[in-house]
């Protein structure tokens, strides 16, 4: 019999009372209950409790079915569970309400899907916490995700500034009392302490599912108590911090915007894009680095100027020194976004964080960090206290880190670094420790290029620094990886005069420049090199400088500017009396003018051979003479090139003492056999051609000479097409192009597709 029937007053009853009364009236476990019902153990175990004071409708029929109700039980029970629903949120107005959505809004596609696809996914609300440095635009990433993910579930938007980098930010407390109310709850209705008010807000957002924005969060301690649990909302957190203590949680870092989504938030915001101001765009939007507050500031200003152009704004922020200055507008300033998170830091994170400034390059590692933090070569013991201070600066988005492990600044961050570096520490302070950095880091240069100069062929046997540089391998890396700090020192160097490292660094160097022929900067090394030879007054210096710096200019296609340089250094070379710098001196002059004028090359390499054999330079000896070769081969005469190349093969097989030498003599051995092979196939000497072909580029393998390899391969490919061995040539062809692409020659990358379409097209026809 219904209670309606036998009249009974049930006023006063909640869900969780009635629920429990019915089922025990109908005798059910609540295992009984659940199976009848489809409806879980633990949740029904749950409503019982009064962990949910208004069920859905759905599960209300569904346990209304399972219990076998009439219609009077049914309609008394959904009732019940309705009172307990919360009432529409529009009833306490102001409460959580999300800042405007900006209009401009642009790009961030990839992040607004990873989003909705987290949205979508799970029984429990997933959080999602959204990190960067001050002006990423993370809070406006929140917004635009949370309006787009709210509308397309029907779902409402609460949003609560925790104000994590103020003085006093939002406590948990009051955080959790603007969140009841805004799920209507009565001020007489909300617990006082923090754990009773979060028990509260996880029931009424379950039952009334949002997504959530926790703007600008401190810390973890201060985010935990605002986390839902069950139900089908999203939160979205957003922290300067990475908040590594919070389990359980989605990371997004929010990156900078693509240089094409830069360019269109300032067109959206000066609106006249496409005419005479928008002129300039491009480099107006590459100023700002893609972060979207300075885009945001200066696209405003751009605005409020009619008689500017892009292009005019553009150039007065060229000046890194007035950049900061610069991108204001009214009371947006892009200097007080960064200061906010640098007053956070500790007084040692300060400390490095503006010293930072002085790293040359775009990147840096713990031990050059170390170096500035402490103002001196570092111990091991100093790169675990450093790695700790980059951590800190790290977790609040001054610093990123790369999947390898090293740090760097936005430009804009390293700018407002600077301006600390100059207004905390006095130029005395900057001297010591730029010397230091640059002191420190062509120190450990010169060490890991010895490596590759035969007469050492490794580090210096006292070497103590903690930079690992025990074998060539992680010597070559490492001078690879900081090759923008170390050459920046250089420059540094040049600059400040200490013109003795500059040229011992250059010097050190001059062997490796045959491991790294694509580093685009080895024009410019040998350029400050020899000048700073020049001031020493070292004439064989100046003269070394100077055919290596022919040596680069060539490898960048200046001709006359290597032959020019190459014959004043033989100039300078015979005036001091050094026969050996005035034998590489013609050497390089030869190897220069024979691309334009074979003929005209030969009497430098014949005055260079004689030179050689004089001073019985071993190396110079091999390299001659297979230069003279190369020149016949220009000149038609491969038959006198083939005589050439086997003299100085033979001497290449018999180098000096030493495993560095042999290292040497496979180079040349590679080079040899290259030539020889070029000049067999000239006389349709194939099979001999061929042979040397292989015998080059298991040389150039053994020895790691990538780039080398794969142009042998090249050449092998093109004989075998020669010969109709099609599939044979294609086949080579191909391991041609995976050495070009880990060498990163991309030009004969491109050559050699283009080769392979070709036979393609061909042989298919």
């Known amino acids: 019999m219904d209670m309606a029937d036998r009249g009974e007053d049930h006023r006063g009853t909640t869900f969780a009372a009635e629920l429990r009364r019915l089922r025990q009236r109908e005798r059910l476990t609540l295992e009984a209950l659940a199976e009848s019902s489809g409806v879980s153990v633990r949740a029904i175990g749950g409503l019982e409790r009064g962990h949910s004071l208004g069920p859905q409708r759905r599960t209300v029929t569904a346990l209304a079915d399972g219990l076998g109700l009439g219609e009077a039980d049914r309609v008394r029970l959904e009732q019940l569970a309705e009172a307990g629903r919360p009432r529409p949120v529009t009833a306490p107005a102001g409460w959580c309400v999300p800042p405007r959505e900006l209009p401009d809004f642009a790009g961030r596609e990839t992040e607004l899907a990873r989003l909705a696809t987290l949205a979508a996914a799970g029984s429990e609300v997933p959080v999602s916490v959204l990190s960067g440095p001050g002006g990423i635009g993370k809070t406006t990433l929140a917004v635009r995700a949370a309006r787009l993910i709210a509308d397309s579930r029907g779902l409402d938007v609460f949003y609560v500034n925790l104000r994590g980098l103020d003085p006093d930010p939002l406590a948990a407390h009051a955080a959790l009392f603007r969140l009841l109310k805004a799920l209507a709850v009565a001020d007489r209705d909300i617990h006082d302490e923090v754990d009773g008010r979060a028990g509260q807000f996880r029931t009424l957002f379950e039952q009334h599912p949002a997504v959530l924005i926790l703007d600008n969060a401190r810390d973890e301690e201060q985010v935990r108590p605002l986390l839902p649990g069950a139900g089908a909302g999203l939160v979205l957190v957003t922290s300067r911090r990475l908040l590594t203590g919070l389990e359980g949680v989605h990371r997004l870092p929010v990156p900078t915007l693509e240089a094409a989504e830069g360019r269109r938030l300032l067109a959206s915001i000066i609106g006249d894009a496409d005419g005479p101001r928008g002129e300039g765009l491009d480099e107006l939007a590459a100023v700002c680095g893609g972060l979207p507050l300075a885009l945001r500031i200066v696209g405003n200003r751009l605005a409020t100027r009619p008689a500017w152009t ?28 960064f200061r906010m998170s640098y007053d956070q830091l500790s007084m040692a994170a300060r400390c490095l964080c503006r010293r930072l400034a002085l790293v040359p390059g775009p990147d840096f590692d713990v031990a050059l960090a170390s170096v500035l933090g402490g103002a001196r070569p570092p111990r091991a013991a100093d790169l675990l206290d450093t790695e700790d201070v980059l951590e800190e600066l790290h977790e609040l988005g001054l610093l990123s880190q790369s999947d390898d492990g090293r740090y760097g600044f936005h430009d804009l961050i390293r700018l407002f670094a600077a301006e600390r570096l100059a207004a905390e520490e006095d130029p005395a302070e900057r001297a010591v420790l730029t010397r230091t950095a640059v002191a420190w880091l062509l120190e450990v240069t010169a060490a890991a290029g010895l490596w590759f100069d035969p007469d050492h062929g490794a580090a210096p046997a006292h070497w103590r620094h903690p930079v690992d540089l025990s074998t060539s391998e992680v010597a070559e890396a490492w001078l690879r990886a900081e090759s923008e700090n170390w050459f920046g020192a250089v420059r540094v160097a040049a600059t400040e005069g200490w013109d003795r490292l500059v040229v011992d660094t250059a010097d050190a160097l001059h062997w490796f420049s045959n491991q790294w022929m694509l580093w685009p900067h080895w024009q410019e090394l040998f350029t400050l090199s020899a000048a ?50 005035r034998a590489w001196a013609l050497h390089f002059a030869a190897r220069a003018r024979m691309t334009t004028d074979p003929a005209a090359s030969l009497p430098y390499s014949e005055q260079a051979e004689q030179l050689f054999a004089q001073v019985d330079d ?130 004969e990358i491109a050559a050699t597709e283009e080769l392979l379409k070709a036979w393609s097209g061909t042989d298919g026809g």
């Open 532 to 581: 700073a030879a020049q001031r020493v007054g070292d004439p064989v210096a100046q003269a070394t400088q100077l055919y290596n710096l022919s040596w680069a200019t060539a490898q960048n296609g200046d001709t006359e500017q290597a032959v020019a340089s190459a014959l004043e250094a033989a100039r300078i070379a015979e005036q001091a009396g050094a026969a050996r710098q």
């Open 310 to 337: 892009a292009g005019e704004l553009a150039n007065r922020l060229a000046d890194s020194g007035r950049r900061l200055e610069q991108i204001r507008a009214g009371d947006l300033q892009i200097t007080a976004a």
């Open 618 to 747: 071993w190396t110079g000896r091999t390299t001659v003479l297979m230069s003279v070769a190369v020149t016949l081969l220009g000149l038609g005469e491969p038959g006198a090139a083939i005589e050439k190349l086997r003299a100085g093969i033979e001497i290449a097989r018999r180098p000096p003492a030493g495993e560095a030498w042999q290292t040497v003599a496979d180079v040349l051995l590679t080079s040899g056999h290259f030539y020889l092979a070029t000049a067999h196939q000239a006389v349709q000497q194939y099979d001999l051609a061929e042979s040397a072909y292989r015998t080059a580029a298991d040389n150039a393998g053994r020895t790691g000479m990538t780039l080398h390899q794969g142009r042998v391969q090249l050449k092998l490919a093109q004989l075998q097409h020669q010969q109709g061995r099609l599939a044979e040539a294609a086949s080579t062809l191909e391991a041609a192009r995976e050495l070009f692409t880990a060498a990163d020659a991309t030009a």
